[in-house]
């Protein structure tokens, strides 16, 4: 019954009668479920059951109380000015008062840059230093392909390691001495 939540059908799965008339399935049914253990046992175990259930469903949500998705929500509220702030405040006729605000532009823009933060909008420009053997380079400097304005990566390792570079290398550093 717990399972199927169909008397009839657990009934039938139950004892299995030799006659499957519907009307004579329903009646016996019946008078199982007004039998006051079985009516207390199946009440008790459904409760149990709808505990535990409910009880998995509240951690569920606890561990997802606001994801990603809902706090974008939020953030999108309060950056178009849908919500109302509370502010408690220390009034004349009373000791905190106490009244609901739209967000100033300033909060507006901190879930604007928040929201941006969360999305990945910003990116970090930047420019990243590499030290590497006494020589400071930016990584736009460090081409993988020799240019007019750069030594190639060979050219210089070779003029780090303290080794001649090859003659293209050397033409090509003296080119930008």
């Not at 008062?97 to 840059?113: E, F, G, V, Y």
Request: charged share 25%; aromatic share 6%.
């Amino acid at each position: 019954m717990l399972r199927h939540g169909d008397k009839i059908l657990a009934y039938s799965i139950a004892y299995q009668p030799k006659n499957p008339n519907y009307r004579t399935i329903e009646s016996a049914a019946n008078r199982l479920l007004q039998n006051p253990g079985i009516a207390n046992y199946i009440e008790a175990t459904r409760s149990r059951i709808q505990q535990e259930v409910e009880a998995e469903v509240k951690e569920q949500l606890k561990a997802e109380l606001l994801t990603v998705h809902r706090k974008r929500q939020i953030l999108a509220r309060i950056a178009e000015g849908d919500v109302y702030i509370e502010q408690t405040y220390k009034g004349k006729g009373c000791q905190s008062c106490t009244q609901m605000t739209k967000p100033t532009i300033n909060q507006m823009l901190k879930a604007i840059d928040i929201d941006n933060r969360m999305a990945g909008d910003y990116v970090d420009k930047r420019p990243k230093t590499i030290v590497h053997a006494n020589v400071v380079t930016k990584p736009a400097e460090i081409t993988a392909e020799p240019t007019a304005n750069s030594i190639s990566h060979t050219a210089l390792w070779q003029l780090l390691k303290g080794r001649k570079p090859q003659q293209n290398a050397t033409d090509e550093f003296a080119h930008h001495l």
